[in-house]
């Protein structure tokens, strides 16, 4: 016996399964999902996205009302063109598709597509590879009616847009539009949204069978497009990589903070500057192609709040976190060694540097300091060696410091990557010898911006990370040295020995800046701030190669000098108020080594003359090993050959003694071996008796 068509719909109706719960619009829409995070600058721009779910390709929801009526056109005719008549299900449609399929051998389909869409919402009701049961089928049948009476019927097409297979992985019209087509779901034409169409069917179909579909579904609408055309589309479609755009500008930043599909974050990041600072890199790295610098990187600090405005962790043309990166500091450590020193009152910005030619023993041979050029400028003030950068001053400083001290102060303002003990880098680390990252290196400037008060950076904005005891800030360094440094670092006459008068780093407002190059020119810095912002640049190669011929004010000094005044182009930079503790003096030079100037001292350690003493005038007084200090013996290289050099000042007709004992060698400068244990040095006079002593320790392998 024959069933008619609606005997069959009928027999469908009468099966009785548990009931599924429809969810309401909002709910979808709220539980809707893209699988990329989204990075929102400062101000909540999107400024970035991260793709974390790797299963399905979504991008945000689309509105109705921002998608093409080209679209929902088509795609009602090529899927249910009585959409707008039914109450979510086909009745006519459903019977004839049941009659036709018990006679025929390829089965029809008569879902319409607020069905399609019940079955996108609850996984119970989508077909299995056998096809769909009885059961299932009069509880999608359930599912759209009730979808229908519950939600309108543009809330329905618009979820269904949203939510159904176009392509392989690309689910939604946002993620089909921009991957196949290059634009957003509003620019969508006739001919795209008759190829979108006819994909539905089968989002793994072939070019041709698409062609076929959507040259049929064209000529069903009269749309003016020729097939040609339409396969034409199709190659291009299928030729496009996934969802293409232009270059990233902050994906160091969204891998930091996105970890969850659908996420929307906000930064500290400010879109306009991280886009600027971006270009600007790109652009001197470009100029600087024939030098064979080929990567770079560019941090901006708020002085104030520690918030991060601009992160460029590379050019573009990389995953490498030049911001994070562990790369030589070269010069950029000075400014801290010189505030050490005017801290501890061993010397002022006006004291005389010996810039002449020295050789310093160490355990692994001979150390002798050069100057970037070569040469040596004689005696120049402690103003003159940090702001033209000079080696041998900065050396000899250290040596009054002492390395341990100078180690410690590093660690102090945040540079975590000083893992290894002082005697790891030896005096080399005057200079740089250590590796920093740009991030830690930028924000202790930015101590020295904030008078010595260290606080951490940070990506989050400051409501939540406020709270934490890294964000509150605390003393590091003096107050009265750090202002004094910063002066130095501003003054564009004192860096005019090395630098000249018009480089990059004299801008038109206040600004203390500090290149550095490290050894054999691997790493290139440019490091600065203003009354309210840190910039700190990098360029060099990640692979470590050499640059060719490049300073720190021909490499990285032309992005921080353009940045600077991108951040300061509506807005001037004053120089810091001195802080209670300093006094400003009238100096003058005997002889006249320098011009008389002003200049700042710490109250008590001002002069109103500063005459140049030469040795044989001096108050004998021993330089190195300083008191209490401790010497390590380095267990790689032989006994026999490790030395400590002792030097002193005023030394001349004295002698060393040690643990009691006189040294053959008279005073100046005496190369001893080492022994591990507590020693005592003395300079003696002709007659035996102790001048001046000081005690320091050598540990080593041997040593209780």
């Known amino acids: 016996m024959r069933l008619s068509a609606s005997a069959i719909v009928l027999a469908l109706a009468s099966v009785t399964t548990q009931a599924h719960a429809v969810p309401t619009y909002d709910e979808v829409r709220a539980a809707y999902r893209s699988s990329d995070a989204e990075l929102l600058d400062r101000h909540g721009e999107p400024i970035q996205s991260l793709r974390i779910d790797m299963a399905v390709r979504r991008l945000p929801w689309v509105a109705l009302g921002d998608i093409s009526p080209a679209l929902p056109a ?43 869409l019940a079955a996108l919402l609850d996984p119970a009701l989508q077909s299995a590879a056998k096809g769909r049961s009885w059961s299932q089928k009069w509880d999608q049948v359930k599912a759209a009616r009730e979808l229908d009476a519950q939600w309108s019927k543009p809330q329905i097409i618009e979820a269904y847009l949203n939510m159904v297979s176009y392509r392989g992985e690309l689910q939604g019209v946002g993620a089909a539009a921009r991957s196949m087509f290059g634009k957003a779901p509003s620019g969508l034409d006739l001919s795209e949204s008759v190829i979108l169409a006819s994909l539905l069917r089968g989002p793994a179909a072939g070019q041709k069978i698409v062609a076929q579909r959507a040259c049929s579904l064209a000529h069903e609408l009269r749309l003016p497009s020729t097939c040609s055309e339409i396969q034409l589309r199709i190659i291009v479609a299928w030729s496009r990589p996934q969802l293409a755009g232009s270059l990233a500008p902050a994906p ?76 030589q500091a070269g010069s950029t450590l000075k400014p801290f060694l010189y505030e050490l020193a005017l801290e501890r009152k061993q010397i002022t910005a006006a004291s005389l540097m010996d810039d002449s030619a020295i050789d310093i023993s160490t355990g692994s041979g001979m150390y002798a300091p050069q100057n970037y050029d070569k040469g040596y400028k004689g005696y120049v003030s402690a103003r003159t060696s940090l702001a033209s950068s000079l080696n041998v001053p900065a050396v000899r400083t250290l040596m009054m410091t002492g390395m341990e001290r100078f180690h410690e102060r590093l660690r102090n303002v945040g540079l975590s990557s000083l893992t290894q003990p002082a005697e790891y880098y030896g005096y080399a680390l005057a200079l740089g010898s250590a590796e920093v990252s740009l991030m830690e290196l930028a924000n202790a400037y930015r101590v020295l911006a904030n008078g010595g008060m260290y606080s951490a950076s940070t990506l989050a904005p ?72 840190t910039v700190g640049v990098w360029v060099g190669n990640f692979d470590g190669q050499s640059m060719w011929d490049v300073s720190g004010v021909s490499g990285a000094a032309p992005v921080w000098r353009d940045v600077m005044d991108y951040l300061h182009r509506n807005q001037a930079s004053r120089p810091p108020k001195p802080p209670a503790g300093v006094v400003r003096q009238q100096i003058a030079y005997q002889p006249e080594l320098e011009s008389a100037r002003s200049e700042w001292f710490i109250a008590g350690t001002e002069s109103p003359v500063i005459a140049l003493v030469r040795d044989e ?18 267990p790689d290289i032989p006994d026999a050959t490790q030395r400590v050099f002792f030097l002193a000042q005023g030394a001349q007709g004295l002698r060393w003694q040690l643990d009691g004992e006189p040294l053959t060698q008279a005073g100046t400068d005496y190369a001893w071996r080492p022994t591990p244990g507590q020693h005592q040095l003395t300079l003696i006079d002709a007659n035996a008796n102790p001048i001046t002593t000081t005690h320091f320790q050598v540990r080593g392998a041997s040593a209780q």
């Open 74 to 116: 088509a795609v009602l005719q090529a899927e249910d063109q009585r959409f707008y008549e039914h109450d979510g299900v086909d009745w006519s449609a459903a019977a004839k598709a049941a009659w036709d399929n018990l006679f025929r051998t390829r089965p029809r389909g008569a879902s319409t597509i607020t069905m399609q």
């Open 252 to 327: 160091q930043v969204a891998q930091q903070l996105l970890t969850r599909s659908g996420q929307a974050v906000r930064s500290t990041l400010d879109a306009g500057l991280q886009r600027y600072a971006q270009n600007v890199l790109r652009q001197q790295l470009a100029a600087l192609n024939g030098r064979n610098v080929n990567d770079g990187a560019v941090i901006v600090l708020d002085n104030a709040s520690g918030e991060i405005l601009a992160y460029v962790g590379n050019a573009g043309g990389g995953e490498v976190d030049g911001v994070a990166a562990l790369r």
């Open 462 to 533: 400051s409501g939540g990370s406020a709270r934490s005891p890294a964000f509150v800030p605390r003393r590091v360094l003096d107050a009265r040295a750090s202002f004094i440094v910063s002066d130095i670092l501003a003054d564009r006459a004192a860096r005019s020995i090395t630098f000249g008068l018009k480089n990059e780093l004299a801008t038109t407002f206040w600004a203390a800046v500090k290149t550095g190059t490290s050894k054999d020119m691997r790493d290139n810095w440019c490091v600065g701030y203003s009354d309210r912002y």
């Open 617 to 634: 005038h001096r108050t004998p007084k021993i330089l190195y090993p300083g008191d209490a200090s401790i010497l390590a013996l380095d």
